[in-house]
């Protein structure tokens, strides 16, 4: 729900868009695109193996290279995903000893063990625009 608020006001419905979680570019914990964005990605993937080939050392930038060669319309949003230490730190917004679960973001990396992962989720679903 968090994610569909954070997008309302930006006029993408109906539209073949992608979402980009980082400023280095489309980062994997989270990829985001509309529905029209993935029948376009669905109808011009093999164009994109052609071009890119299918053993591109990263999936998350492999993508992002097909959807913008295929023309599907960017929408920079870099404060959805949170990350502990990795390339696209967007910091959450909490200033006191919450975890970071607690902050803005809707998408939380890295929880490596099952645990870890799911303390995290029970409290992102326990903030108010949670489903």
Not at 1 to 20: C, D, H, W
Not at 61 to 87: K, Q, T
Request: net charge negative; hydrophobic share 30%; with cysteine.
């Amino acid at each position: 729900e968090l994610l569909r608020m954070t997008f309302a006001p930006q006029g993408v419905s109906g539209k073949p868009v992608y979402i980009n979680n980082c400023y280095l570019g489309l980062h994997g914990p989270i990829e985001v695109m509309s529905q029209e964005g993935l029948a376009a990605y669905r109808d011009g993937a093999e164009h994109c193996y052609g071009k890119l080939g299918r053993d591109y050392p990263q999936e998350d930038a492999w993508l992002r290279h097909c959807l913008d060669d295929l023309e599907i319309e960017r929408v920079d949003a870099f404060n959805i995903l949170y990350e502990d230490g990795w390339a696209c730190n967007e910091r959450d917004s909490t200033r006191d000893t919450r975890p970071p679960c607690f902050s803005h973001q809707v998408s939380f990396h890295p929880y490596k063990t099952e645990d870890t992962y799911f303390h995290c989720y029970r409290q992102a679903a326990s903030l108010k625009w949670a489903l």
